[in-house]
């Protein structure tokens, strides 16, 4: 199976500030079949982009996907307070659909 | 606006079984896969199982084939879980969620999901 690998595990921004996450696979996603989370405590996760750059409906434009292959970055380009939360990133190019452990992005 | 609500989590002792239940509204029910996921504190999100549009393919995580099984009912759009010889490691918090497509081979992304139910196995 894909193993994904989150990083950093941490980041600690603060608002208005850039964020990028990062997700590395073990293998190539071929067709990019990749999809970034976002949970906030106490909730369920949140679809926000898919294949890789494809946002959801409703998610704002602040939020955008890149990468292909192995490496995949999600962007927040002004963090704003609801923003501060943790992202995991997802492939479905293989079988079984994997996640990655997480990135917690913490108000600095 | 889709809604999916999970029902059956509990407590439950070791080897025990449990069914878990996902109603779901706000989408035509019988065009759409659906996938149960589940998230432990120390393992985080994990897929366990997925069942097709109209309940042809099932397919399943090694961690949980033979002892889980997937099943759904179109009549009542409902989506259900299966527990059987319940372990530790099961616990966990489950979710129900709405593939984008109809859930072919192991289906895509996680389009929506539900608020989860707790399972917590222990004596």
């Known amino acids: 199976e894909i193993v994904l690998t989150q990083s950093p595990g941490t980041l600690s921004l603060s608002p208005g500030e850039r964020a990028t996450l990062s997700c590395r696979a073990s293998q190539s996603v071929s067709s990019s079949y990749l999809a970034w989370y976002q949970q906030k405590p106490g909730q369920a996760p949140r679809l926000l982009i898919y294949?890789?750059?494809s946002r959801a409906t409703g998610i704002p434009d602040r939020f955008s996907g890149s990468g292909s292959g192995t490496v995949f970055t999600l962007a927040i380009s002004r963090l704003e307070p609801e923003d501060f939360a943790v992202y995991y990133c997802?492939?479905?190019?293989?079988?079984?659909?994997?996640f990655g452990g997480g990135t917690k992005v913490e108000i600095k | 606006q889709v809604h999916l609500v999970e029902s059956g989590g509990g407590v439950v002792q070791p080897g025990r079984s449990l069914r878990l239940s996902c109603a779901a509204s706000g989408f035509t029910f019988t065009n759409y896969g659906m996938h149960w996921v589940r998230q432990t504190p120390g393992k985080g999100l994990e897929w366990v199982a997925i069942i097709s549009y109209d309940g042809s393919n099932k397919y399943y995580a090694a961690s949980v084939k033979g002892r889980f099984t997937i099943s759904r009912d179109n009549s009542k759009n409902t989506v259900d879980l299966q527990i059987d010889s319940l372990r530790a490691e099961d616990t966990a918090v489950y979710y129900c969620?709405?593939?984008?497509?109809?859930?072919?081979?192991?289906?895509?992304?996680?389009?929506?999901w539900g608020q989860g139910t707790l399972v917590t196995v222990s004596s």
């Open positions: 969620a709405k593939d984008p497509g109809s859930g072919g081979w192991y289906g895509k992304y996680f389009h929506h």
């Open positions: 294949d890789a750059f």
């Open positions: 997802q492939q479905y190019a293989d079988s079984p659909p994997t």
